[in-house]
């Protein structure tokens, strides 16, 4: 026998979601990207050496960002800007910087 769990179109919503944040969260670069991010929008020139990665490896998971809704560019002359477009990613962090040691 096969159990069901049913919820509402509301919580489906909301729970797929929670889960892009969390897949976006997961990966140590992206992590380290959206925390960078924290400060307002950054240049992917600035972001680059903060990272101490490849300015191809910072490109791929700026993307990924991207495509899950976390973040939002835009291109200034030869200059690509992103900045962290989803409130919950912000909060999320900001409990888990808040932690008690």
């Known amino acids: 026998m096969t ?3 049913y919820v ?3 919580q489906y919503i ?3 979601e929670s889960l892009k944040i969390f897949k976006a969260l997961c990966d140590e670069t992206r992590l380290k990207i959206i ?3 924290l400060n307002g929008e950054k240049c992917v ?3 680059v050496p903060f990272i101490k990665r490849t300015q191809s490896t910072v490109s791929i998971q700026l993307a990924k ?3 899950l809704g976390i973040v939002k ?3 200034e002359g030869r200059n690509v800007y992103y900045n962290i477009t989803n409130s919950k990613v912000k909060k ?3 409990i888990i910087d808040d932690k008690p040691n």
């Open 92 to 94: 999320i962090l900001k």
């Open 3 to 5: 159990n069901f769990i």
């Open 8 to 10: 509402d179109k509301r």
């Open 73 to 75: 560019s835009r291109k």
């Open 14 to 16: 909301d729970m797929r």
């Open 35 to 37: 925390e960078f991010l």
């Open 65 to 67: 960002l991207e495509n």
């Open 45 to 47: 020139c600035e972001i």
